[in-house]
């Protein structure tokens, strides 16, 4: 039995997919949770923040993929409740039920120069793990994307509504946007292998520049608009007046997207047997 913590979102409603039926698979959802795509699962109500409702959901469980993130948090302590608050109950609940496999989603925003609340409690999420005694491997993704994924979804409408394109600063800067069904294979292939006490970064190989892949975007969408550059302390100041708003733009948003990637795959390709596939074949699949 496998029980996958954040079930109901992007990832965990494809992830789902990928194993089953290979799997028995038990789902942590939240009461507000939208269940469609998880049909076939055993459903255990309950909160990443709710100790008793972890200890009932490891119960008579192999393994746990943990893919719970505070994705619309918009303080420093949202985020560290859901992350670090989070992995020390989970990790609790996993250590009184005899649970030992665990393999958890991070990001590469851990791996930035410059953190936003998010990815400091990621980072610090990930050391609650690696010292809890458990046999853990934790996989971090860049940007996700595919059919059904709110964050790509809202880029493209963004380009196909919009007159202009707001970019936050140059554009200039490099990510390692990853196709859903590669980050479905890495959880898949970590749970299965000898990967336990290791990290791994879970992006496409050949970094590409924001403005390139907005530009690939509309070719595939066949518009043209033009793109205009908010600088990003701007950008930074924008999010923090308006947080208390109901609004995507973030500081985790703001700083997840302007920061420079160039990450090595090598061990995901060479130890997961992950290939990742390109942008441009991956938006065939995600807007084909």
Same mark, same amino acid.
Request: charged share 30%; hydrophobic share 40%; net charge positive.
């Given at each position: 039995m496998i029980l996958i913590t954040g079930a109901s979102g992007f990832v965990g409603r494809n992830l !789902?997919? =990928?194993? &089953?039926?290979?799997?028995? @698979?038990?789902?942590? !959802?939240? /009461?507000?949770?939208?269940?469609? $795509?998880l049909e076939g699962c055993e459903l255990v109500e309950g909160d990443i923040t709710d100790k008793d409702s972890l200890f009932a959901a490891t119960r008579d469980v192999d393994a746990v993929i943990h893919l719970v993130a505070a994705l619309g948090a918009s303080t420093y302590k949202e985020n560290c409740d859901v992350h670090v608050g989070g992995a020390k109950n989970l990790a609790e609940a996993c250590k009184a039920n005899g649970v030992k496999r665990l393999v958890v989603a991070s990001s590469v925003a851990t791996l930035a120069e410059r953190k936003s609340d998010y990815g400091i409690t990621k980072k610090m999420a990930d050391e609650v793990f690696m010292a809890s005694g458990l046999d853990v491997t934790i996989l971090k993704p860049d940007f996700i994307y595919g059919r059904d994924g709110k964050g790509f979804l809202t880029l493209v409408e963004v380009i196909r509504r919009h007159r202009f394109i707001p970019i936050v600063g140059n554009g200039r800067y490099r990510r390692q946007p990853v196709h859903v069904d590669d980050v479905c294979?890495?959880?898949?292939?970590?749970?299965?292998?000898?990967? *336990? $006490?290791?990290?791994?970064? !879970?992006?496409?190989? /050949?970094? *590409?520049?924001? &403005?390139?892949? !907005?530009?690939? *975007?509309?070719? +595939?969408? $066949?518009?043209? /608009?033009? +793109?205009? =550059?908010?600088?990003?302390?701007?950008?930074?100041?924008?999010?923090?007046? @308006?947080?208390?708003? +109901? %609004? /995507?733009?973030?500081? %985790?948003v703001v700083l997840g997207i302007a920061q420079d990637r160039n990450e090595d795959i090598t061990p995901l390709v060479k130890e997961l047997g992950v290939h990742p596939i390109g942008f441009e074949e991956g938006l065939k699949k995600s807007l084909g």
């Open positions: !789902v997919r =990928h194993l &089953n039926p290979r799997s028995s @698979i038990r789902c942590l !959802v939240r /009461k507000t949770s939208d269940a469609r $795509g294979k890495a959880f898949f292939r970590a749970l299965r292998s000898e990967s *336990i $006490g290791k990290t791994y970064v !879970v992006a496409s190989e /050949k970094p *590409i520049e924001f &403005n390139e892949m !907005v530009d690939m *975007i509309m070719r +595939k969408l $066949g518009v043209r /608009k033009r +793109k205009v =550059h908010f600088p990003v302390l701007f950008m930074l100041l924008a999010a923090k007046a @308006i947080k208390l708003r +109901k %609004t /995507k733009l973030t500081q %985790t």
